[in-house]
């Protein structure tokens, strides 16, 4: 079946460090790959997306490329900043379903120091 | 556009009892989906609606949970004889296309 899997956590970085969190994928077809952040106290929002292989997805100074030859899809900033504190969820999107169904990785909480 | 609603925000029960939780989707939306988030986890897929039709149920529903969607508007999800593993934060979500999702801020369930 479908997985995603997350790089363990937490992740305590300075302000403007550089963010690097991974996630690999398992899933049969080609997937839509995201990220979502889920801030304290707010429900899920939908960060950046690529939906085919090369793609790169990006929004607020995030980025990420969907590599099928590794099956990954690692997230990256350049400079974090305190409002960034959050917890990201990487996700994939059955390819082979009508209904788009997602399935999350665990998740891994990102702590940014001033 | 208000965006998803669920309501109540949190929840305490006794095990045994009944709950229901609500979710209002985005007016437009006819794509409607349950998930379910436990501490430390990813949030897993519990049910989808198009319109009123409940066209998928994830095996994590058992024959206790039940999910409506009359009238392809509003949603709600009933937990019968909850138990201490019922305890989560349920998240709805709704789209207009198949993916492009809004989530809802959830409703934890506490059950004690």
């Known amino acids: 079946g479908n997985s995603v899997t997350q790089m363990e956590g937490p992740v305590t970085l300075s302000e403007e460090a550089f963010l690097t969190i991974n996630c690999t994928y398992t899933?049969?077809?080609?997937?839509?790959l995201f990220w979502y952040v889920q801030y304290p106290g707010e429900g899920l929002q939908l960060l950046l997306k690529a939906t085919k292989a090369d793609d790169k997805g990006s929004n607020k100074g995030f980025e990420a490329t969907y590599r099928k030859e590794t099956t990954s899809f690692h997230l990256e900033k350049g400079s974090v900043q305190v409002s960034d504190s959050a917890v990201y969820f990487c996700?994939?999107?059955?390819?082979?379903?009508?209904?788009?169904?997602?399935?999350f990785g665990k998740g891994i909480t990102l702590s940014v120091r001033p | 556009d208000t965006g998803v609603s669920q309501d109540p925000r949190h929840k305490i029960t006794k095990r045994g009892q009944n709950v229901t939780f609500r979710c209002d989707p985005i007016?437009?939306?006819?794509?409607l989906y349950w998930y379910r988030q436990t501490l430390g986890q990813g949030p897993e897929f519990l049910t989808y609606f198009q319109n009123e039709a409940q066209l998928e149920k994830s095996r994590l529903l058992s024959d206790r949970f039940s999910a409506e969607r009359p009238k392809g508007s509003f949603s709600t999800l009933e937990i019968q004889r909850t138990e201490q593993g019922d305890s989560a934060m349920y998240l709805c979500?709704?789209?207009?296309?198949?993916?492009?999702?809004?989530f809802g801020s959830g409703t934890r369930l506490t059950v004690v």
């Open positions: 899933a049969t077809g080609y997937p839509s």
């Open positions: 979500a709704s789209s207009l296309l198949t993916y492009g999702y809004t």
């Open positions: 996700a994939l999107s059955d390819p082979t379903g009508a209904n788009s169904k997602l399935t």
């Open positions: 007016s437009e939306h006819n794509h």
